[in-house]
Protein backbone atom coordinates (compact mmCIF):
# COMPACT_ATOMS: atom_id res chain seq x y z
CA UNK A 1 0.00 0.00 0.00
CA UNK A 2 1.15 3.38 -0.76
CA UNK A 3 -0.14 6.62 1.24
CA UNK A 4 0.21 9.58 -1.12
CA UNK A 5 -1.54 12.36 0.46
CA UNK A 6 -2.04 12.77 3.91
CA UNK A 7 -4.38 15.68 5.32
CA UNK A 8 -4.17 16.09 9.05
CA UNK A 9 -6.13 19.49 11.13
CA UNK A 10 -3.90 21.94 12.83
CA UNK A 11 -4.60 25.15 15.02
CA UNK A 12 -1.15 26.61 14.17
CA UNK A 13 -0.36 26.80 10.10
CA UNK A 14 2.92 29.08 11.60
CA UNK A 15 4.22 26.14 14.22
CA UNK A 16 4.15 23.28 11.35
CA UNK A 17 5.54 25.20 8.64
CA UNK A 18 8.18 26.11 11.20
CA UNK A 19 9.01 22.32 12.26
CA UNK A 20 8.30 20.69 8.88
CA UNK A 21 9.55 23.15 6.73
CA UNK A 22 12.44 24.35 8.36
CA UNK A 23 13.35 21.97 11.54
CA UNK A 24 13.00 18.86 9.01
CA UNK A 25 13.65 20.58 5.91
CA UNK A 26 10.58 19.53 4.06
CA UNK A 27 9.90 21.28 0.63
CA UNK A 28 6.90 23.08 0.93
CA UNK A 29 4.47 22.65 -2.26
CA UNK A 30 1.65 25.72 -1.83
CA UNK A 31 0.65 27.58 1.32
CA UNK A 32 -2.30 29.80 2.21
CA UNK A 33 -3.65 31.16 5.49
CA UNK A 34 -5.55 27.93 5.34
CA UNK A 35 -3.91 24.78 4.42
CA UNK A 36 -0.08 24.40 4.06
CA UNK A 37 1.85 21.30 2.14
CA UNK A 38 4.64 19.27 1.97
CA UNK A 39 6.67 16.98 0.21
CA UNK A 40 7.44 14.28 2.36
CA UNK A 41 9.57 11.58 -0.29
CA UNK A 42 5.82 9.94 -2.54
CA UNK A 43 3.88 11.51 -0.29
CA UNK A 44 1.94 14.62 0.32
CA UNK A 45 1.42 15.85 4.06
CA UNK A 46 -1.39 18.43 4.07
CA UNK A 47 -1.76 20.17 7.24
CA UNK A 48 -5.41 22.20 7.61
CA UNK A 49 -6.68 24.91 9.82
CA UNK A 50 -9.02 24.23 12.07
CA UNK A 51 -10.38 26.35 14.86
CA UNK A 52 -13.14 24.09 16.17
CA UNK A 53 -11.16 20.86 16.77
CA UNK A 54 -9.28 21.48 20.18
CA UNK A 55 -5.87 20.71 19.72
CA UNK A 56 -6.22 18.37 17.09
CA UNK A 57 -3.64 15.17 17.09
CA UNK A 58 -2.02 12.55 15.12
CA UNK A 59 0.11 9.31 15.23
CA UNK A 60 2.15 9.45 11.98
CA UNK A 61 5.59 7.62 10.92
CA UNK A 62 7.60 8.16 8.36
CA UNK A 63 9.84 5.38 6.34
CA UNK A 64 13.45 6.12 6.36
CA UNK A 65 16.26 3.86 4.92
CA UNK A 66 16.59 0.47 6.20
CA UNK A 67 20.14 0.99 7.38
CA UNK A 68 19.84 4.21 8.93
CA UNK A 69 18.18 4.46 12.31
CA UNK A 70 21.57 5.48 14.22
CA UNK A 71 21.96 7.99 11.81
CA UNK A 72 18.40 9.26 12.17
CA UNK A 73 18.43 9.56 15.72
CA UNK A 74 21.75 11.22 15.93
CA UNK A 75 20.61 14.21 13.18
CA UNK A 76 17.00 14.46 15.12
CA UNK A 77 18.54 14.63 18.52
CA UNK A 78 20.35 18.06 17.20
CA UNK A 79 16.45 18.89 16.25
CA UNK A 80 13.63 17.76 18.97
CA UNK A 81 13.71 16.23 22.39
CA UNK A 82 12.87 12.47 21.19
CA UNK A 83 11.43 10.30 23.30
CA UNK A 84 13.39 8.40 25.80
CA UNK A 85 12.43 4.34 25.74
CA UNK A 86 14.49 3.20 28.44
CA UNK A 87 17.85 4.68 30.12
CA UNK A 88 19.56 6.21 27.47
CA UNK A 89 17.80 4.73 24.83
CA UNK A 90 15.31 6.16 22.14
CA UNK A 91 15.28 3.32 19.77
CA UNK A 92 12.32 0.89 19.62
CA UNK A 93 12.82 -2.28 18.18
CA UNK A 94 10.27 -3.95 16.63
CA UNK A 95 11.18 -7.98 16.36
CA UNK A 96 8.07 -9.06 15.13
CA UNK A 97 7.95 -6.45 12.67
CA UNK A 98 11.42 -6.40 11.59
CA UNK A 99 11.79 -2.31 12.41
CA UNK A 100 13.32 0.20 14.48
CA UNK A 101 12.04 3.41 15.49
CA UNK A 102 12.46 6.62 16.90
CA UNK A 103 9.62 9.02 18.16
CA UNK A 104 9.30 12.63 18.59
CA UNK A 105 6.64 15.49 19.28
CA UNK A 106 5.61 17.72 17.06
CA UNK A 107 4.43 21.76 18.55
CA UNK A 108 0.91 20.58 17.34
CA UNK A 109 1.22 17.53 19.49
CA UNK A 110 1.55 15.03 16.80
CA UNK A 111 3.21 11.64 17.85
CA UNK A 112 5.87 11.68 15.00
CA UNK A 113 7.91 8.40 13.85
CA UNK A 114 10.87 7.37 11.57
CA UNK A 115 11.00 3.56 11.24
CA UNK A 116 13.07 1.39 9.26
CA UNK A 117 12.24 -1.62 7.92
CA UNK A 118 14.59 -4.25 7.37
CA UNK A 119 12.72 -5.91 5.25
CA UNK A 120 12.41 -3.11 2.43
CA UNK A 121 15.81 -2.67 -0.11
CA UNK A 122 16.50 1.07 0.07
CA UNK A 123 19.78 1.22 2.05
CA UNK A 124 21.82 4.10 0.99
CA UNK A 125 25.41 5.31 1.53
CA UNK A 126 24.55 8.70 1.47
CA UNK A 127 24.59 10.45 5.15
CA UNK A 128 21.31 10.86 6.79
CA UNK A 129 19.48 14.01 6.03
CA UNK A 130 15.45 14.89 4.91
CA UNK A 131 15.58 13.91 1.37
CA UNK A 132 15.57 10.28 3.41
CA UNK A 133 12.11 10.23 4.49
CA UNK A 134 11.15 8.48 2.28
CA UNK A 135 6.94 8.71 2.42
CA UNK A 136 4.23 8.09 4.86
CA UNK A 137 4.07 4.92 6.04
CA UNK A 138 1.96 4.51 8.73
CA UNK A 139 -1.40 6.99 10.17
CA UNK A 140 -3.41 6.11 12.89
CA UNK A 141 -7.24 6.02 12.57
CA UNK A 142 -9.16 6.05 15.52
CA UNK A 143 -13.02 4.07 16.08
CA UNK A 144 -15.13 2.88 18.42
CA UNK A 145 -15.14 -0.36 16.54
CA UNK A 146 -11.92 -1.67 15.57
CA UNK A 147 -13.43 -5.27 14.03
CA UNK A 148 -15.91 -3.13 12.29
CA UNK A 149 -13.93 -0.97 10.54
CA UNK A 150 -11.22 -3.77 9.73
CA UNK A 151 -13.95 -5.45 7.68
CA UNK A 152 -15.11 -2.34 5.93
CA UNK A 153 -10.88 -1.28 5.07
CA UNK A 154 -11.14 -5.67 3.92
CA UNK A 155 -14.44 -5.38 1.50
CA UNK A 156 -14.49 -1.48 0.34
CA UNK A 157 -10.85 -0.72 -0.55
CA UNK A 158 -9.14 -4.37 -0.17
CA UNK A 159 -6.53 -3.04 2.75
CA UNK A 160 -5.33 -6.53 3.68
CA UNK A 161 -4.17 -7.26 7.89
CA UNK A 162 -0.57 -6.49 8.13
CA UNK A 163 0.97 -9.79 8.59
CA UNK A 164 3.79 -8.93 10.79
CA UNK A 165 1.11 -7.72 13.48
CA UNK A 166 -0.48 -9.29 16.09
CA UNK A 167 -4.30 -7.81 16.18
CA UNK A 168 -6.79 -7.83 18.42
CA UNK A 169 -10.51 -6.12 18.95
CA UNK A 170 -8.46 -2.90 19.79
CA UNK A 171 -5.93 -2.72 17.69
CA UNK A 172 -4.95 -3.91 13.82
CA UNK A 173 -1.69 -2.64 11.56
CA UNK A 174 -3.36 -2.96 7.69
CA UNK A 175 -1.30 -2.71 4.95
CA UNK A 176 2.22 -3.53 4.35
CA UNK A 177 5.81 -1.74 4.89
CA UNK A 178 5.22 0.39 2.70
CA UNK A 179 2.07 1.75 4.18
CA UNK A 180 0.01 1.19 7.24
CA UNK A 181 -3.57 1.87 8.62
CA UNK A 182 -3.00 1.42 12.80
CA UNK A 183 -6.44 1.43 13.62
CA UNK A 184 -7.17 1.96 17.36
CA UNK A 185 -9.94 2.05 19.37
CA UNK A 186 -10.86 5.46 20.75
CA UNK A 187 -9.02 6.13 23.97
CA UNK A 188 -6.67 3.19 23.75
CA UNK A 189 -2.66 4.60 24.23
CA UNK A 190 -0.63 5.73 21.41
CA UNK A 191 2.59 3.58 21.94
CA UNK A 192 5.24 4.96 23.39
CA UNK A 193 3.20 7.14 25.16
CA UNK A 194 0.50 7.25 27.99
CA UNK A 195 -1.13 9.91 25.44
CA UNK A 196 -5.22 8.16 24.49
CA UNK A 197 -6.16 8.21 21.33
CA UNK A 198 -8.29 10.75 20.01
CA UNK A 199 -10.67 10.74 16.74
CA UNK A 200 -10.20 13.72 14.68
CA UNK A 201 -10.56 14.92 10.77
CA UNK A 202 -8.24 13.33 8.26
CA UNK A 203 -8.19 12.36 4.92
CA UNK A 204 -5.89 9.91 3.25
CA UNK A 205 -5.29 9.29 -0.65
CA UNK A 206 -3.68 5.71 -1.07
CA UNK A 207 -3.34 2.94 -3.53
CA UNK A 208 -3.58 -0.91 -2.83
CA UNK A 209 -0.82 -2.68 -5.61
CA UNK A 210 -0.58 -0.01 -8.14
CA UNK A 211 -4.47 0.06 -8.77
CA UNK A 212 -6.96 2.95 -8.05
CA UNK A 213 -6.06 5.60 -6.27
CA UNK A 214 -8.74 5.71 -3.00
CA UNK A 215 -9.81 8.12 -0.54
CA UNK A 216 -10.84 8.03 2.75
CA UNK A 217 -11.85 10.36 5.67
CA UNK A 218 -13.41 10.44 9.43
CA UNK A 219 -16.49 10.64 7.89
CA UNK A 220 -16.41 7.58 5.54
CA UNK A 221 -14.70 5.57 8.11
Do not use: C
Not at 67 to 89: H, R, Y
Not at 124 to 133: A, K, L, R, V, W
Not at 143 to 160: C, G, H, Q, R, W
Not at 193 to 215: A, C, N
Amino acid sequence: MQIKELTLHTNSITAVKDFYGSVLSLKIISENSDIISFQSGSTQVNFKLDSESKNPFYHFAFNIPSNKIEEAKDWMKGKVDLMQISENNHIVDFVNWKAKSVYFFDPAGNIVELISRFDLDNKTSEPFDSSQILNVSEIGIVTDNVPALKEKLINDYKVSDFVKSVNSDTFSAMGDDNGLFIVAVNNRNWYPTQIPSQKFPFEVKFIIDKGELYTITDKTM
